[in-house]
């Protein structure tokens, strides 16, 4: 049955469901933010059928409402519910990277109309904002659901049922195991993605070339950095209790490695580097992980004029799409390497084997 559903939050993720849920039903979405721009833009490109300026005028109309705003605002939302004289049931939903005190806000919910059922799609970008929204940007994703026991099946059947358009894949946990695993796969490294930007920032000062150095290694580990800071800081509040524990750990392991190197234990070292490689490669092997990364291919080139053109028309000529392409360290007049990222393994694979057929040097990331 066609479910009239809003989405409170018109951004990336708010946006990108959206467009997922539009490609896939024939469901009535109605869209509120508190920024006029992003109402307007959604209706004007067709990513929402209507767009409403009062979030309690939305959610009196919907039978299924996704909160898609940064935390803290989601949770003054849930907050505005008790606030409107629901006439009908209502899942009510959101999309929040923490779940603890979105659930605690929940659980002060008094209408016996509403089904609350927490959710994460475990998908993003570095951009914000719907412009930037997609409507593939969740697929093959984990989207996380954290109901409550006493949550009836059907609704979150009805809910999964929705969100189909968003071709991930769900499984349900409680709050605190979500916002243990998400800190340490997520928020934990993007605190130290960002302290590692601010170490390289501050040896600028003594060595100016660093960031022309900052090469394969430095960028990989630090993407995320790159990412909307409003919204990981208030990630990092509202999940500040575990990432402190994480910190704490961390220091703790830092002065660790501290020891060892004043103490020469160059043997305790090497151990310690052989366990991270190994537990690092077994990521690899099982499945992707959570937020879905690419397979990558990397392609030995000449910095003549065209190189680039050349490679991507022979996997054109393959129909083989390429999510993304990087070039790193070119220098003038020798060779250089290309990062292409495919999002299947099998476009990595064809390509590996069509541009080697071809004559380059590829190297698998494995
Ligand atoms: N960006 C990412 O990679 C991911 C983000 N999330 C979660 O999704 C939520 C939204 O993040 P993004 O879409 O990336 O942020 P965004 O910055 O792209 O969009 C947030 C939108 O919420 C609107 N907004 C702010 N306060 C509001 C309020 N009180 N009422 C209605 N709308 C309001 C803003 O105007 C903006 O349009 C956050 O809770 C975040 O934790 C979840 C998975 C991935
Ligand atoms: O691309 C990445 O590595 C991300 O970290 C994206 C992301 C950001 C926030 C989330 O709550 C979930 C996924």
Known sequence: MAQTILIAGLGLIGGSLALSMKENNDNHLIGYDIDPKAIAYGVENGILDEGVADFKVGIKQADICILAAPVSKTIELIHKINEVNLEKPIIITDVSSVKGSIEKAAECITSPLVTFIGGHPMAGSHKKGIEAAKSHLFENAIYILTPTNDCPKEKIALLKDVLAGTKSTFIELNPEEHDEMTSVISHFPHLIASSLVHQAKSWQTKHEKIPSLAAGGFRDITRIAS????????????????????????????????QLLQTDNQVEMYDYLVQAKEFRDGLDKTKRGAIPAF???????????????????????KDISIKNIEILEIREGITGVLRLSFVTKEDQLASHRHLTKNGYETMLEE
Do not use: C
Request: glycine content about 2%.
């Open 227 to 258: 990412s909307n800071p409003a919204m990981w800081q208030d990630i990092f509040f509202q999940n500040k209790h575990v990432i402190s524990r994480l910190l704490t750990d961390w220091i703790a392991e830092m002065n660790d490695l501290q």
């Open 295 to 317: 397979y990558d291919l990397f392609v030995d080139i000449f910095d003549q004029t065209g190189a680039l053109l050349k490679v991507v028309s022979l996997l054109a000529e």
